[in-house]
């Protein structure tokens, strides 16, 4: 449905009932596909573990885990990972998943993640991770990235892979641009779920917001950590604009000849010894 400027409202509480209302339909889901995940296949993006680097024997949190498969793609690779999520039933599946595969050291705690840094009682890691689909239910971009670099161990970084922003204001064919790419304000969302669009959510609305690169990078820099790229991609693992096309390698990219945008960006930024 089209989203409205959302007026006073506890988004927390929004998000947290949309969060788990899809929770029974994304493990469910052929874009998850869980039981294709405990089978081996791996759910990280092909450029994350070069960008990331060996992650063997470091400690990896992942701010807003959700069902916990990119967490565990880390910990399959040697990281001893801890998963944080403010729905409870998400990091269910997480801890069951976990199980599953074998790997019984992984750690799912409930928090929202401005309170991560309290909640974990000064815990640092080596790695702060946030994967895909997270920073847009976030209302202040410069608050995330103080409770980052708390958590970041002095010669630690954290890694953002995400949705490029710039899709929020991309109309279905591709070319027209829609809204306002600098705005701040909140935005009302009321629909279904990329876990399977034909779902009917029990709480359809969430509060979201758009983050540009920029507000990203600059936010981190200002608290402190030292960004050490920023990488934009051209493709996508879903349908999310009809006009895209799936490619032989399984990705959806702009139809040949199409004028393109970037679909996904991620970054690294270094906290000093």
Same mark, same amino acid.
């Given at each position: ?17 949309? !969060? ?14 869980? =039981?294709?995940? +405990? ?19 470091? /400690? ?13 793609? !880390? ?32 750690? #799912? ?15 640092? #890691? ?20 103080? +409770? ?20 929020? #204001? ?29 779902? %009917? ?7 979201? !917001? +758009?983050?540009? /690169? ?17 990488? %934009?991609?051209?493709?996508? !693992?879903? =349908? ?12 959806? *990219? #702009?139809?040949?000849?199409?004028? *393109? ?13």
């Amino acid at each position: 449905m089209e989203a409205k400027i959302a007026g006073p409202c506890d988004w927390l509480e929004v998000n947290r009932a949309n !969060w788990d209302a899809r929770v029974p339909i994304h493990a469910e889901s052929k874009v998850y596909n869980i =039981p294709a995940f +405990v089978a081996g296949q791996d759910t990280l993006r092909d450029y994350e573990p070069g960008e990331v680097g060996d992650v063997q024997g470091k /400690t990896l949190l992942h701010l807003q885990c959700h069902l916990g498969l990119d967490t565990l793609s !880390w910990a399959r690779r040697g990281a001893a990972v801890t998963g944080l999520d403010f729905s409870q039933p998400a990091l269910d599946i997480a801890a069951s998943v976990g199980a599953q595969i074998g790997v019984e050291s992984a750690r #799912f705690v409930l928090a929202n993640v401005y309170d991560a840094a309290t909640v974990l009682a000064s815990q640092t #890691f080596d790695i702060v991770y946030t994967s895909i689909g997270s920073l847009q239910f976030l209302p202040d971009i410069e608050r995330w990235a103080q +409770v980052v670099v708390t958590l970041v161990a002095p010669g630690g970084f954290c890694y953002v892979t995400e949705g490029h922003p710039f899709l929020h #204001f991309v109309e279905d064919d591709g070319r027209t641009l829609r809204g306002d790419y600098f705005s701040r304000d909140a935005i009302l969302l009321d629909e279904g779920t990329y876990g399977n669009p034909d779902a %009917e959510l029990e709480s359809p609305a969430s509060v979201e !917001w +758009v983050h540009s /690169t920029a507000a990203v990078v600059s936010a981190l820099g200002a608290a402190g950590l030292r960004v050490e790229f920023l990488h %934009e991609h051209d493709w996508i !693992w879903y =349908p999310i604009l009809p006009v895209l096309t799936q490619q032989d390698d399984g990705r959806w *990219r #702009f139809p040949e000849g199409r004028p *393109r945008i970037p679909l996904l960006y991620s970054l690294r930024a270094a906290k000093d010894k």
